[in-house]
């Protein structure tokens, strides 16, 4: 089935652990997003990617690297961990650079770092 | 950046009409008006988008004015699992994707 997939699921890490997420869309939208939500902060972008090997940082980059070396996986990877990099992240997809497409979500990573 | 303003908490009876407000005091011309729902455990949902004056679908009505300054998201007759939260975002294909940032939402729980 069509869709953008996470995973894992759940994930529980120590502090200064390496740590990655993935994301896969089989719709070959260009752009795909990096957003954590935490409470009472609602959705904060982290990275977005406008196509492959083209990234940029949203609103909360630091202690998070992306990389997208092809068109449908834009795994995001944090170096060394931290408690509060404790979040749900979701991946989201669109079209955004050839119509108004809305962002597609994945249901998302939940995170701890203990 | 096109800020966003909702407020926090609804509450409704099943069976009612709900209407969420989001201001948008600098939105821009060419950006359009997304509204999502996003549910316990999941990642947000497209509920409805619009440019201006009133969008309709099978699900809800999405109200602009002429300013364009703010939307307002109709829900004709809720019911309990329309319990959720409901964001607005303000964004547009000739705009930054780092634009598409999310407010807090608004959580709306509807009683039985």
């Known amino acids: 089935d069509a869709g953008i997939t996470q995973s894992p699921r759940y994930k529980i890490t120590e502090t200064g652990r390496q740590v990655t997420l993935m994301c896969h869309q089989t719709w070959s939208h260009s752009y795909m997003f990096w957003y954590r939500q935490d409470l009472g902060h609602g959705l904060r972008l982290i990275y977005y990617s406008a196509a492959a090997d083209i990234t940029d940082k949203g609103e909360v980059p630091d202690g998070y690297v992306v990389s997208r070396s092809k068109t449908e996986n834009f795994p995001l990877t944090l170096e060394s961990a931290t408690r509060s990099q404790t979040s749900v992240y979701f991946c989201?997809?669109?079209?955004?650079?050839?119509?108004?497409?809305?962002?597609?979500f994945g249901n998302g990573t939940r995170l701890t770092v203990t | 950046l096109a800020k966003t303003t909702q407020p926090i908490s609804m509450d409704s009876y099943e069976g009612q009409e709900v209407n969420i407000t989001c201001s948008h005091n600098n939105i821009a011309t060419n950006d359009y008006i997304t509204w999502y729902q996003q549910f316990p455990s999941q990642g947000p949902r497209f509920i409805i988008q619009?440019?201006?004056t009133k969008v309709t679908n099978e699900v809800a009505s999405l109200f602009i004015p002429a300013d364009r300054k703010s939307s307002t998201l109709s829900l004709p007759r809720v019911s309990l699992s329309d319990t959720a939260v409901y964001y607005c975002l303000v964004g547009g294909p000739s705009g930054s994707a780092r634009q598409l940032t999310f407010g807090s939402g608004t959580q709306l729980t509807v009683l039985p």
């Open positions: 619009g440019y201006k």
């Open positions: 989201a997809s669109s079209e955004l650079g050839t119509d108004n497409s809305p962002l597609h």
